[in-house]
């Protein structure tokens, strides 16, 4: 059965920083992994996808990275915002078409 | 366009009670997926929708647990019998089939609530 593990947990960090989440996962026979962000409230929104031949996608401050063999993934994010704070999850879908996700990293960017 | 919807956004309940949670998917969109939320956890999947049939129900919990998409657009999430373990954010999702490439688009959540 898939697991998948975020960490840190949670992230303080001031205004300005560049900062990386992490994720690794158990299976490596993965088709893609997906970085979302959900603010409290609401729902989930996809920042990237990352197919399983590639190794990084980019999408302006974000930066995602795939190793599919360690079964590891990391957002990185540049320059950072209070507008950033948010829960960052990573999820992959294997065969089945269903997510499975990590428990979050809980990110807050102080002014 | 519009996003997937899902009413109620909030639902409180009494242990025993019948509970039936709503959701409109993005219109055009033939897969719809269910997923629950416990506080300070990812999302867990339920059942995955393709059109109309169920192609996988292998995440519901029990029999108490039950969901339809009669005409292939909105579908209903029927939760019998509730528990106060059943107290979470359900959260629904719909996609176009797009092979590898599929992104899975988010509604809002229903704060499902047993007392």
């Known amino acids: 059965k898939q697991e998948v593990t975020q960490i840190p947990a949670a992230l303080s960090v001031p205004e300005g920083e560049n900062l990386v989440l992490n994720c690794s996962f158990t299976?490596?026979?993965?088709?893609?992994l997906q970085w979302f962000r959900q603010d409290p409230g609401k729902g989930l929104t996809s920042l990237l996808l990352i197919q399983s031949s590639q190794r990084e996608q980019t999408s302006g401050r974000l930066n995602a990275s795939l190793d599919k063999s360690s079964g590891r993934s990391t957002l990185y994010i540049a320059a950072s915002q209070p507008g950033d704070s948010a829960t960052y999850l990573c999820a992959v879908r294997g065969s089945a078409r269903q997510l499975t996700f990590g428990s979050g990293t809980q990110l807050t960017v102080l002014p | 366009g519009a996003g997937v919807s899902q009413t109620p956004s909030n639902k409180v309940t009494e242990k025993g009670k019948y509970v039936e949670l709503r959701c409109d998917p993005i219109?055009?969109?033939?897969?719809l997926y269910w997923y629950r939320q416990s506080l300070g956890q990812g999302p867990e999947f339920l059942i995955y929708?393709?059109?109309?049939?169920?192609?996988?129900d292998s995440g519901l919990p029990n029999d108490r647990f039950f969901a339809v998409r009669p005409e292939g657009s909105v579908s209903t999430l029927k939760i019998q019998r509730t528990e106060r373990g059943d107290s979470a954010v359900y959260l629904c999702?719909?996609?176009?089939?797009?092979?590898?490439?599929?992104?899975?688009?988010f509604g809002p959540g229903t704060r499902l609530l047993v007392l």
């Open positions: 219109s055009g969109h033939t897969a």
């Open positions: 999702a719909s996609s176009l089939t797009q092979g590898h490439q599929e992104t899975q688009y």
């Open positions: 299976d490596s026979a993965i088709y893609n």
């Open positions: 929708f393709q059109g109309t049939g169920a192609a996988d």
